[in-house]
């Protein structure tokens, strides 16, 4: 065959997309940038990641996994299903997720690959180019990085550091105008681990109904909560504010690498009759929905999973975070923000205390070199000055992870020439 001009070419040339160009992950970038020579001469402790599966101490209810190999063996989930998830997964989600006086149907129910593919979806079908998203600061960094994606604009309202983190609704407020396409909470939350009382997510839903906003609510720690507080769906507070509420298995059954996930329609107005129902069915289509097998144990996970797992997994993360806290509270320059429920705790660090660090990038960089303990600097958060540990860790590696954070500081802290009186417990 002959080739014509426009086929030929001295040298290949492949452009990525714009849509590629655009699309970067915050905590990727910054730790890359990081330069890491970590103490050879002791363990890494890494309580940088949110996947508690990482230390191998908490594990897959037994229940969930016998559903799988179930769902294996019953050789019915082998093929493609409906792209938006099976009926009877759908409805097992249902019903897993319904309250009294919140009552969700199957049609209701759409299932993605995991909470971040639920999350992709709402904002892709309610956010068009040149629109803008309102996000929390600090927050989870998924939002930007699929919103920045579509060339959506991203605005970050702030959450309070002195009332739980709670949001500031003034400034959420403030941020609203007529380009704003959707509001995105999440609680319980990550990195911050607040649980947002049904009086403030109220008060959030108020704001949404005033100016007629959508919410897209991040709910993947939906129950995950400390004594003491409550988990509100915020879909479950409203009569006319339209709600997709996301989440999955991942954090509450300790499987994030099933990436089962799902958005719930939450619309007892029926706004989202109009388009985005349908939207979020036609996107659903691009990747023909999340893994059949999973699908197919959904089911047996949600309805024979006992609650003494999740209480057993919930009492663990939250006597760690108050070990955690006991520890840190003393160490000079630290300031850890007990958290109300989630995996994480935000550590705030009085950086003029520490002015051989420039920031908490610096700081978290000089703690991994020298201690080998690996905090994710919260600038990956939008939210610089602090750090986040991850709390799902085996107790004896928390204490040694304390003990080190603490003896960095010793070494690091100046105050007026002074260094800090460290005691904390497990140090070494
Ligand atoms: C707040 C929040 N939302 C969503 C996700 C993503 O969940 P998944 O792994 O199910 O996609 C995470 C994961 O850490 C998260 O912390």
């Not at 892709?124 to 929390?136: A, E, F, K």
């Not at 958060?381 to 540990?389: N, T």
Request: glycine content about 8%; overall charge negative; some cysteine.
């Amino acid at each position: 065959m002959e080739l014509t001009a426009k086929n030929v070419c001295s040298s290949w040339n492949v452009p990525s997309s714009q849509f590629a160009k655009n699309t970067f992950s915050p905590i990727i970038t910054i730790v890359d940038g990081m330069k890491l020579t970590p103490n050879p001469e002791k363990e890494m402790i890494a309580l940088s990641i949110g996947d508690p599966t990482v230390f191998g101490n908490l594990v897959v209810p037994i229940q969930a996994e016998e559903s799988v190999i179930e769902a294996v063996k019953n050789k019915k989930f082998n093929g493609y299903g409906p792209s938006f998830g099976i009926e009877k997964a759908r409805a097992a989600i249902a019903q897993y997720s319904s309250r009294e006086g919140y009552t969700i149907t199957a049609k209701d129910v759409i299932l993605t690959s995991g909470c971040s593919g639920a999350l992709d979806l709402c904002i892709s079908c309610l956010c068009d180019p040149g629109r803008n998203l309102l996000i929390p600061r600090p927050g989870f960094t998924v939002y930007k990085t699929l919103a920045d994606s579509h060339g959506i604009i991203v605005k970050s309202y702030n959450l309070l550091l002195n009332k739980s983190w709670q949001v500031d609704l003034t400034h959420l407020e403030s941020l609203i105008d007529d380009k704003t396409a959707a509001i995105v909470v999440n609680s319980p939350s990550n990195p911050c681990g607040s649980v947002y009382s049904k009086e403030h997510l109220i008060e959030i839903l108020n704001l949404a109904e005033q100016y007629k906003i959508p919410i897209i609510s991040d709910e993947i720690y939906e129950h995950f909560v400390y004594s003491g507080n409550t988990y509100y769906p915020i879909a479950s507070l409203t009569e006319t504010v339209p709600v997709l509420s996301c989440s999955g298995l991942t954090k509450r059954f300790i499987v994030p690498g099933w990436r089962l996930g799902w958005i719930i329609i939450a619309d007892k107005n029926n706004v989202f009759e109009a388009e985005i129902r349908k939207g979020l069915i036609s996107l659903s289509q691009r990747i023909l929905g999340p893994s059949s097998i999973i699908q197919g144990a959904v089911e047996g996970i949600l309805t024979k999973t006992p609650q003494s797992f999740f209480k057993e997994t919930i009492d663990f993360v939250e006597t760690n975070a108050s070990l955690f806290y006991d520890n840190i509270v003393r160490v000079p320059g630290l300031h850890p923000v007990m958290p109300q429920g989630a995996m994480y705790m935000m550590i705030g660090i009085e950086m003029e205390k520490f002015p051989e660090y420039m920031d908490d990038v610096a700081f978290t960089e000089a703690l991994v070199n020298e201690e080998r303990v690996f905090c994710l600097p919260a600038k990956c958060f939008q939210y610089p000055g602090f750090f986040r540990v991850v709390l799902t860790i085996p107790r004896d590696k928390l204490l040694i992870a304390c003990g080190r954070i603490a003896e960095f500081c010793k070494r690091h802290y100046h105050d007026g020439g002074g260094g800090g009186d460290v005691k904390v417990n497990g140090s070494n």
